[in-house]
């Protein structure tokens, strides 16, 4: 079982997270500030982190660095679907990235993705790059 570290600044979208993958998946730890997160992830133990990128008034990406610090995998998932988010997010180090608004498979298919090595960028949020790309091209005529 893989030991997976929650990171939401809303309790109950946390205890919905536990209630999905609690048979699947050790809950290691949970944390719903960016300073909370940091304490306790070095000790969790985790072999992932599923990560909001808003932590009420705080950004998550810093986060991301120190997990990937601690060589623990980062799995964004945000109600941030826009684009500068999502390459935001993977610039600075995480490993896939799915939007809340995704069926629950959807995440099930990103964790698997990224415990088996592998990166995940899930439908909405590769449509997101993908209509900036093409405005890009348009606007720049390519």
Do not use: W
């Given at each position: 079982?893989?030991?997976?570290?929650?990171?939401?600044?809303?309790?109950?979208?946390?205890?919905?997270?536990?209630?999905?993958?609690?048979?699947?998946?050790?809950?290691c730890g949970e944390a719903g500030s960016s300073a909370e997160a940091a304490e306790q992830l070095k000790e969790s133990g985790a072999d992932l982190v599923l990560l909001d990128l808003a932590l009420g008034a705080e950004s998550g990406l810093g986060l991301i660095a120190a997990a990937?610090?601690?060589?623990?995998?980062?799995?964004?998932?945000?109600?941030?679907?826009?684009?500068?988010?999502?390459?935001?997010?993977?610039?600075?180090?995480?490993?896939?990235?799915?939007?809340?608004?995704?069926?629950?498979?959807?995440?099930?298919?990103?964790?698997?993705?990224?415990?088996?090595?592998?990166?995940?960028?899930?439908?909405?949020?590769?449509?997101?790059?993908?209509?900036?790309?093409?405005?890009?091209?348009?606007?720049?005529?390519?």
């Open positions: 079982m893989a030991r997976l570290f929650l990171i939401d600044h809303h309790p109950a979208v946390r205890q919905g997270l536990t209630l999905l993958l609690q048979q699947a998946h050790t809950i990937r610090q601690l060589g623990i995998s980062v799995l964004v998932y945000s109600m941030r679907e826009d684009a500068d988010s999502i390459s935001g997010a993977f610039a600075a180090g995480a490993t896939g990235y799915v939007t809340k608004c995704e069926a629950d498979e959807v995440l099930l298919a990103a964790l698997a993705d990224l415990l088996a090595g592998k990166r995940h960028l899930s439908p909405q949020a590769a449509q997101s790059l993908a209509n900036r790309t093409l405005a890009t091209c348009k606007n720049n005529q390519i």
